[in-house]
């Protein structure tokens, strides 16, 4: 599986898809500028759409066998973690973490 990634009509506008084993389709757009990160993964219908704002890492790599998602974004309240695996099959691990304000 190679990774090819598609670019807007703006340097900062970025875009790649993947297509894992069984069909399955990971799509990924983001947009340095506003710091935010799209995700939208299908099969015959949407499984999960995501959006992540005030991104800091956007991390993505090829393994032996597929691909890997990563993105971290932190805000004032809330920081979080998504990360993606693309194989034979697409697994998904979302953590959000919560911080009071003082």
Do not use: C
């Not at 506008?13 to 995700?39: L, M, P, T």
């Not at 990563?70 to 911080?99: A, M, P, Y």
Request: a negative charge; zero cysteines; glycine letters at 8%.
């Amino acid at each position: 599986m190679g990774v090819a990634f598609e670019y807007g009509d703006e340097p900062w506008d970025a875009s790649v898809e993947f297509v894992a084993g069984d069909g399955s389709i990971v799509y990924v757009g983001w947009d340095q500028f506003a710091e935010y990160v799209y995700i939208r993964w299908r099969d015959r219908e949407d499984r999960a759409v995501l959006v992540r704002y005030k991104v800091v890492k956007l991390h993505v790599r090829e393994l032996a066998v597929g691909a890997q998602v990563e993105v971290v974004s932190k805000s004032f309240e809330l920081h979080g973690r998504l990360v993606i695996d693309i194989g034979e099959q697409v697994s998904l691990n979302d953590q959000l973490t919560t911080f009071p304000t003082t």
